[in-house]
């Protein structure tokens, strides 16, 4: 996780191109690039049957940080988002204890996919 506390409050987009000098950086990224990139990796079905099978979606830190996640729905973040559509729709969906149960199986990462494929859940 990026942060280990998501409880705190999500970083600030970004004011221009360039990242602030005064902000931290892990790994030589600001947490927002951090979380902006793990937020979009979660509109990939088999990122997310991956999450699933490491047990990460059983881990309550981990289902708190998906919500803390939820600030991404926000006008000044989805502007962000490679695939808001799929991305979003993939972070509703994690919030659901069956969905964290269900993307396990391969069915319903096909329907997941064939749907973010054909627009039908891009939210």
Do not use: C, I
Not at 26 to 49: D, I, K, M, N
Not at 60 to 75: D, H, I, Q, R
Not at 97 to 123: C, I, K, T, W
């Amino acid at each position: 996780m990026a942060d280990d506390n998501p409880t705190t409050d999500p970083p600030k987009p970004p004011a221009s191109s360039s990242a602030s000098t005064d902000e931290p950086l892990y790994g030589g990224f600001t947490r927002f690039e951090l979380e902006l990139e793990f937020v979009t990796l979660l509109a990939s079905p088999p990122y997310l049957s991956h999450l699933a099978t490491t047990k990460l979606l059983q881990q309550p830190p981990f289902v708190a940080y998906l919500k803390y996640l939820l600030y991404w729905t926000e006008p000044a973040y989805v502007k962000y988002l490679s695939y808001p559509g799929p991305t979003l729709k993939s972070l509703e969906l994690l919030q659901q204890e069956d969905f964290r149960r269900d993307v396990l199986r391969p069915d319903v990462v096909g329907r997941l996919a064939e749907g973010f494929l054909n627009g039908s859940l891009s939210g």
